[in-house]
C-alpha cells in the first residue's frame, strides 16, 4: 500500500468502529498555538490548572510524545444526546450522561491501533484521549475535522461540536488532509450566552470563570462568591455555548450504547439531586465522569447553586 491507500484504510476503519470523522495530519510543531498557549498561559486565564503549565514543549511538539512520529490521526467521536434531563432540575453537561468517554474511545483506538498492527505491521504509535498534554482541537483542525469557534470549541461544518476528540499518533507516512475556514462570521451567541463572561473575547475562553473549570477542575471547598447567581443551575459541566450555537442545528443523535444514561439520570429532580445517597450516588455514576468531582464535590456545586436562589 502507498500511503494513499494506508490514509483510506485507516478512515475506512475508523468509521467502522464508529467514529464520525477522521483526518490526518503531519506530527510536529505547533507554530501558530505556541504563542497563543503561552500568552495564555501566563495571563491567568488556566485559573488553579498547573497541570496546564507542565510539558510545555511536549503539548506543541508531538514528535516530542512519540519519538520519530509522522502521522496524527484524529478523530471525532459522537455523543449528542437522543434525550435531555427535565426542565428546572440540576443540570450536568451531555458528555457525562453515560460511561466516563476516556475508557469507552481508548477501548476503541487501541482496537484501531491493533488492526493497523496486523496490517502494516510493527508500527509504533500512542493513543490519546483527554490523557496527556496533547492540543487535541488543534490537530483536529489542521487534519480538517472543523474550525475553532470563537466558544474555543471545534465546530464541524455538517455536525456541529459535540464531539469527544482523540487522536492516534503514529510513525508511518500518511496523505495530509488540510485545515478548512472559519464560519462563525459575525456571530457572537456564544460570547453573549456565557452566563459568567468566560469568554472575554472571541477566540479566547477565560478558563478561571468557565463553569466547566468551577465545577469540576477546581477543587476548593466553596465556590468563588463573585458567581453567585450566575450558575444557571449547572453542577458539573456546562453546555451553553454549545447549546446556543447555531451550527448545532446540525447535530444527530450518537448510537453508542455506553453513553446512554442511566434509566432514572434524565428525570432526577432537584429534591433528589439534594438528597443523593452514596450508595444511589455510585449507582446512578457508574463508570461515569461525574466521579471526577466525588460526591462531595457534586453537592458542593449543588449547595452552591441552591444558595443563588435565596
Not at 103 to 128: A, C, M, P, S, W
Not at 263 to 282: I, P, R, V
Amino acid at each position: 500500500m502507498d500511503k494513499k491507500e494506508k490514509t483510506a484504510y485507516i478512515k475506512k476503519l475508523a468509521y467502522e468502529l464508529g467514529f464520525a470523522f477522521c483526518g490526518v495530519s503531519q506530527s510536529g510543531f505547533l507554530e501558530e498555538e505556541a504563542p497563543r498557549l503561552e500568552k495564555w498561559l501566563q495571563s491567568g486565564k488556566a485559573g488553579k490548572m498547573e497541570y496546564m503549565s507542565n510539558h510545555f514543549d511536549k503539548r506543541l511538539d508531538t514528535r516530542l510524545l512519540v519519538p520519530n512520529s509522522k502521522s496524527v490521526i484524529s478523530l471525532l467521536y459522537n455523543y449528542y444526546p437522543t434525550q435531555k434531563q427535565i426542565d428546572d432540575t440540576f443540570k450536568i453537561s451531555k458528555y457525562a450522561y453515560g460511561q466516563d468517554y476516556h475508557y469507552v474511545i481508548k477501548d476503541k483506538l487501541n482496537e484501531l491501533h491493533q488492526h493497523l498492527r496486523t496490517k502494516f505491521g510493527d508500527i509504533d504509535g500512542r493513543v490519546f484521549v483527554d490523557s496527556a498534554p496533547v492540543m487535541d482541537k488543534a490537530w483536529a483542525k489542521k487534519a480538517g475535522l472543523g474550525w475553532i469557534g470563537k466558544n474555543s470549541n471545534l465546530i464541524h461544518p455538517r455536525k456541529g461540536s459535540f464531539f469527544f476528540i482523540a487522536e492516534l499518533i503514529l510513525d508511518i507516512e500518511l496523505e495530509a488532509d488540510g485545515p478548512i475556514k472559519d464560519f462563525c462570521g459575525t456571530c457572537t451567541r456564544c460570547i453573549d450566552a456565557c452566563p459568567t463572561d468566560a469568554i472575554v473575547e472571541p477566540y479566547v475562553v477565560d478558563g478561571s470563570k468557565c463553569i466547566s473549570y468551577l465545577t469540576i477542575e477546581l477543587k476548593d471547598e466553596v465556590l468563588p462568591q463573585e458567581f453567585s447567581g450566575k450558575m444557571n443551575d449547572w453542577v458539573f459541566g456546562c453546555d451553553v455555548c454549545q447549546d446556543v450555537c447555531p451550527w448545532n442545528r446540525f447535530s444527530t443523535p450518537h448510537t453508542e450504547p455506553l453513553f446512554q444514561p442511566h434509566d432514572n439520570l434524565l428525570t432526577l429532580s432537584k429534591k433528589e439531586w439534594s438528597n443523593l445517597s452514596d450508595e444511589y450516588f455510585q449507582a446512578l455514576f457508574k463508570k461515569s465522569a461525574v466521579k471526577r468531582t466525588k460526591k462531595s464535590g457534586l453537592m458542593r456545586n449543588i449547595s452552591f447553586v441552591q444558595e443563588d436562589k435565596y
